[in-house]
């Protein structure tokens, strides 16, 4: 059943700061007795299974002889807070770990581990155990999703993102300059434009884009963003007048436009998906 806004506002409980860090001392202690802790979870990276300020958690904390199995959430000691990741493999002699909207995984010391998460109370009062079959198709399906997503997103960074980025101005170049061979251009216009133009607009809408992998994704001051814009634009020019340099091709003014509307419109773009990135973080 779903709630409504107001149900979700009583739901939600605003947790101190430093609460991680209190959870990880709590832990410890509990691991003594060798007690559960069944607290408020706090922390960040397991969406959409946990839902921080509003699920509860009981965690039962382990000792120097435990073996995790896969897709168990472990509750580790990291930066001396607890944290709480999903075990996917082992790697030697550490563990390879992720969070279920976690980017990045991570790898940690066996040591690290500090509890296994064993049942979650959602903010309705009904209760998961984390060894049910329901709990663990979902986690099974969310890792999966995890995985696929990433591996898209990994595609383009660090140097592979460089390589995207060099082989897109090699294509655009290659488009913008390469012999037509006579074919004629059509007569149809769509709004006054030719098709060709819409062409132009769509293959340089990529630009900022693609300036920003070649660039190594470095991230800056919003001067930095206008930079890239006037870069995309100056892309356009620059091609556009070559082509008068070539005895194959020739200067369109209406080109020119096209190129600069596409790269501008691109760059609003890039733009947008950059500035809700860093409001996210």
Not at 16 to 44: H, T, W
Not at 167 to 190: A, H, R
């Amino acid at each position: 059943m779903k709630r409504n806004k107001k149900e979700g506002k009583k739901d939600y409980v605003a947790l101190p700061q430093n609460y991680e860090k209190v959870m990880l001392i709590e832990l410890q202690a509990n691991a003594r007795d060798g007690a559960p802790l069944f607290v408020r979870y706090g922390g960040s990276g397991m969406e959409p299974l946990l839902k921080a300020n509003y699920d509860k958690v009981c965690v039962r904390p382990v000792d120097s002889t435990f073996k995790p199995k896969a897709l168990d959430v472990l509750a580790l000691d990291i930066d001396s807070c607890c944290r709480f990741r999903r075990f996917l493999r082992e790697e030697g002699d550490v563990y390879v770990v992720r969070g279920d909207s976690c980017r990045y995984e991570e790898r940690v010391e066996p040591t690290a581990v500090v509890g296994i998460l064993e049942e979650v109370e959602r903010a309705d009062g009904s209760r998961v155990m984390c060894g049910s079959d329901a709990w663990k198709k979902r986690s099974t399906k969310t890792t999966k999703h995890r995985t696929r997503v990433n591996s898209i997103k990994n595609l383009f960074d660090g140097r592979r993102g460089r390589y995207w980025g060099a082989g897109y101005f090699i294509v655009l170049l290659l488009c913008m300059w390469m012999p037509l061979g006579g074919i004629p251009l059509p007569d149809n216009l769509i709004l006054g434009l030719r098709p060709d133009h819409f062409f132009h607009a769509s293959i340089y809408c990529f630009c900022a884009y693609f300036l920003w992998l070649l660039c190594g994704r470095r991230r800056g001051p919003k001067a930095w963003i206008m930079i890239i814009w006037v870069i995309s634009i100056v892309v356009g020019v620059i091609t556009e007048f070559g082509q008068k340099l070539l005895p194959y091709r020739s200067f369109d003014i209406n080109d020119l436009l096209a190129n600069a509307i596409g790269a501008t419109l691109g760059w609003f773009v890039f733009y947008a998906l950059t500035a809700s990135r860093k409001s996210r973080n």
